[in-house]
């Protein structure tokens, strides 16, 4: 695979960048990103993943689009409202990158799709808003050895981190999550400020970049939490749980 005249170029900025460089780009080209809902999270994902080369973003939403997304979810237009997103969001990608390939699935994702998606891609990006699907995308991503960058997002605080059993002492969701007993907070009813889940979805962005690439570190391990009141990071170490149910030791007796 080579890059074209019109690929340098449009490139140039960050193949200049000594950790990405030709090499780095050529990565990015032949690489593929899964995109768990595009909402809020995912549209800033997606702009920057399609903007920066990543040859194919497969994008899984089965929302259509009302007004009230349009306060944070920054890959839509007014013009869109009803139409699916995944439809939507792929007539911006494109306009943005015409040379990428981008797969819309408007079906819930379950047991039946999960592995054939998971299977197919280098990195996940979890953007979704619910339990049930970060456990199905973690298990799926746990078994298939796959890399997840996690975002979450609610009222004034974001969070985000990497999974990625391919380093055994990397922890999964369900280490930290465990079954989601705390009550589950969506952002129709809790409220949600459009520039925190930016910032958030922006990282899960520059994460998966890092991990296609391979330069830098990663999140794995680590949990950063954004507090928007105050504009401060807060980082806080985790560990994989031996008697996780999802990647633990205990689930081989
Ligand atoms: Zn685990």
């Given at each position: 695979m080579q890059?074209?005249?019109?690929?340098?170029?449009?490139?140039?900025?960050?193949?200049?960048?000594?950790?990405?460089?030709?090499?780095?780009?050529?990565?990015?080209?032949?690489?593929?990103?899964?995109i768990v809902g595009v909402g809020g999270l995912g549209s800033p994902a997606a702009l920057y993943l399609a903007a920066a080369g990543?040859?194919?973003?497969?994008?899984?939403?089965?929302?259509?689009?009302?007004?009230?997304n349009l306060q944070?979810?920054?890959?839509?237009?007014?013009?869109?409202?009803?139409?699916?997103k995944v439809a939507a969001a792929k007539q911006r990608l494109l306009a943005l990158n015409?040379?990428?390939?981008?797969?819309?699935?408007?079906?819930?994702?379950?047991?039946?799709?999960?592995?054939?998606?998971?299977?197919?891609?280098?990195?996940?990006?979890?953007?979704?808003?619910?339990?049930?699907?970060?456990?199905?995308?973690?298990k799926t991503c746990v078994t298939l050895k796959k890399p997840l960058v996690s975002g979450a997002a609610i009222r004034l605080q974001g969070q985000i981190t990497v999974f990625d059993k391919r380093?055994?002492?990397?922890?999964?969701?369900?280490?930290?999550?465990?079954?989601?007993?705390?009550?589950e907070l969506?952002?129709?009813?809790?409220?949600?400020?459009?520039p925190v889940v930016g910032i958030i979805g922006a990282m899960q962005a520059l994460e998966a970049i890092?991990?296609?690439?391979?330069?830098?570190?990663?999140?794995?391990?680590?949990?950063?939490?954004?507090?928007a009141a105050t504009s401060c990071f807060k980082e806080v170490k985790i560990t994989a749980d031996p008697s996780c149910k999802v990647c633990g030791t205990a689930q081989n007796e």
């Amino acid at each position: 695979m080579q890059l074209t005249d019109e690929e340098l170029l449009r490139y140039s900025r960050q193949i200049l960048l000594k950790d990405v460089d030709v090499t780095g780009q050529l990565k990015l080209k032949a690489s593929s990103v899964l995109i768990v809902g595009v909402g809020g999270l995912g549209s800033p994902a997606a702009l920057y993943l399609a903007a920066a080369g990543v040859g194919r973003l497969i994008l899984a939403d089965y929302d259509k689009l009302d007004l009230t997304n349009l306060q944070r979810q920054v890959i839509y237009q007014t013009n869109q409202i009803q139409q699916t997103k995944v439809a939507a969001a792929k007539q911006r990608l494109l306009a943005l990158n015409p040379l990428l390939e981008i797969e819309p699935m408007a079906l819930p994702i379950s047991d039946d799709n999960i592995e054939s998606l998971v299977s197919s891609v280098a990195v996940v990006l979890d953007c979704s808003d619910n339990f049930l699907t970060r456990e199905l995308i973690n298990k799926t991503c746990v078994t298939l050895k796959k890399p997840l960058v996690s975002g979450a997002a609610i009222r004034l605080q974001g969070q985000i981190t990497v999974f990625d059993k391919r380093h055994m002492e990397s922890p999964c969701y369900h280490c930290l999550f465990g079954t989601g007993g705390e009550q589950e907070l969506t952002c129709s009813e809790a409220g949600i400020l459009g520039p925190v889940v930016g910032i958030i979805g922006a990282m899960q962005a520059l994460e998966a970049i890092k991990l296609i690439v391979g330069f830098g570190q990663t999140l794995v391990g680590k949990l950063l939490l954004f507090d928007a009141a105050t504009s401060c990071f807060k980082e806080v170490k985790i560990t994989a749980d031996p008697s996780c149910k999802v990647c633990g030791t205990a689930q081989n007796e």
